[in-house]
């Protein structure tokens, strides 16, 4: 099915494979509803179109073609879309990665809102958290961009641990590269007892806990009460390891606020307004048939 554009409504979509069970055209939708807009979110999953990922340069041009104001692209294609766009912001330059493309006549331009959303979900979720050294579990995207989330934050080290020692020390270049060196810091995942042993935080970026990959991360005896712990996984909200690290004492970040910071910096940079991110967080909470939690105190507009 080819997409096609209504004149009268703001139209994006969501590239990436497997994504039906995606809560996004929902969250969008619902906030964009709130503010007054007509606004539809279509999924463009790889998996149901029979494509892979090399395939998103077609999608992409397809969907600009179509008159759709951008889309965001999620796994497998955050960093194959790269050489299909016309410019990058400098964040998603220095991050590798894009997860937002906003088209502007004939270019598309692409951004990161996983880094300013895991940014503002610290923040508002775990102010004055101690960023002296943080763990970062996972090289990937969304690892990348918790990475430059934090180091942008002040965090004095990062440390990265993935299962794929190159791909660790990759990632660690690029951080070099944007902040300087000395600041960033690849170890074996094998060593995330010693690494948590000397950290103030652990970030976890992998797929470990999600409802079709359940379990811990990381053995529960490594944790300590002196570590908080956020996770991107937002389903389910309360995952395993935040069981475990709250059932010890430490503070906890959902992935839930990601979520909803991202997508709320995505729909700013598709409409060019601010969505009410506090609004948007009960939606979420809706979605994922969560109970109601105490509003982060901080101004919830995006942008």
Not at 29 to 57: F, I, K, N, S
Not at 68 to 92: C, E, F, W
Not at 113 to 137: C, E, I, K, M, Y
């Amino acid at each position: 099915m080819r997409l096609l554009a209504d004149p009268d409504t703001v139209h994006v979509g969501l590239i990436g494979a497997g994504i039906g069970p995606s809560l996004s055209p929902a969250l969008h939708e619902r906030e964009a509803r709130a503010l007054g807009l007509a606004y539809r979110y279509t999924l463009v999953d790889l998996d149901v179109r029979g494509l892979g990922p090399a395939d998103v340069g077609d999608l992409l041009a397809e969907a600009r073609d179509a008159g759709l104001r951008g889309v965001n692209v999620t796994h497998p294609v955050k960093q194959r879309i790269l050489p299909h766009l016309d410019a990058l912001s400098p964040d998603a330059a220095a991050i590798g990665a894009v997860n937002t493309v906003v088209f502007d006549g004939d270019r598309s331009l692409g951004h990161n809102t996983d880094w300013s959303g895991f940014a503002a979900a610290l923040r508002t979720g775990l102010p004055g958290a101690a960023l002296g050294r943080v763990a970062v579990l996972g090289a990937g995207g969304a690892g990348a961009a918790a990475a430059h989330a934090l180091l942008t934050a002040g965090a004095g080290a990062v440390d990265v641990l993935d299962v794929d020692g190159d791909r660790a020390r990759e990632l660690v270049a690029r951080l070099d590269t944007t902040f300087g060196p000395g600041r960033a810091h690849a170890a074996a995942a094998a060593a995330i007892g010693d690494v948590l042993a000397a950290a103030d935080g652990l970030v976890h970026a992998t797929p470990t806990g999600m409802a079709d990959h359940p379990g811990l991360p990381v053995p529960a005896t490594v944790l300590h009460p002196r570590l908080w712990v956020a996770e991107i996984v937002y389903r389910p909200l309360r995952t395993a390891l935040l069981e475990a690290a709250a059932g010890i004492g430490c503070p906890t970040l959902d992935g839930g606020l990601m979520a909803v910071h991202q997508a709320a910096d995505a729909l700013h940079l598709f409409t060019g307004l601010a969505p009410d991110t506090a609004r948007m967080r009960r939606h979420l909470l809706e979605l994922v048939g969560a109970p109601a939690q105490p509003t982060p105190r901080e101004d919830h507009r995006a942008g």
